[in-house]
């Protein structure tokens, strides 16, 4: 059975930084990240963030990741996303993990990429969503930690 470990959280969280940290602490298996399998503009009105489009190029790629552990660093609101990806994955083993941050830090990280700046009050709304909603199977702390901190505590806590 192939493992697959989501990182999800907010925009600016460090998903896709810790994702590839871990890729490489694991040296071995695969990473994508679903952000760039979804740049395909303009979006359809019922699906902004092009969750399906994404699902579905996961779904094509998956029989080329079985057989070794996957991680794939995502943005996801609701367990109704979750889904619409894990549905296209059969047979794996799939682990989701919230990485959290304070707000303050959020912002901070999210300005410091120095672009889309008038979307920082909507990742700081993510992240409140994302608290409430609370689905993932286990949540990483990232204030005022490095990237290579937090993906030696998810290795240890994910079964790869």
């Not at 303009?42 to 699906?47: E, G, L």
């Not at 902004?48 to 990741?65: C, D, M, Q, V, Y």
């Not at 996957?70 to 799939?94: C, H, K, M, Q």
Request: with cysteine; proline share 6%; net charge negative.
């Amino acid at each position: 059975m192939t493992t697959v470990l989501w990182l999800l959280g907010p925009s600016g969280v460090g998903k896709s930084t810790v994702g590839w940290r871990l890729h490489r602490l694991l040296d071995r298996g695969s990473y994508v990240d679903a952000d760039q399998l979804g740049l395909c503009y303009p979006s359809n009105a019922d699906d902004p963030e092009n969750h399906r489009i994404k699902s579905s190029a996961l779904g094509a790629l998956w029989p080329e990741f079985k057989g070794s552990p996957l991680i794939v660093s995502g943005f996801l609101n609701t367990p109704g996303e979750a889904r619409l990806y894990t549905d296209r994955l059969p047979g794996a083993d799939i682990t989701l993990c919230r990485l959290r941050v304070d707000h303050a830090e959020l912002r901070a990280r999210f300005l410091g990429r120095g672009w889309l700046p008038g979307h920082v009050d909507q990742a700081l709304d993510d992240a409140d969503a994302l608290e409430r909603a609370d689905f993932a199977d286990f949540t990483v702390d990232t204030d005022g930690r490095a990237p290579a901190e937090i993906a030696a505590e998810i290795r240890e806590r994910w079964a790869a």
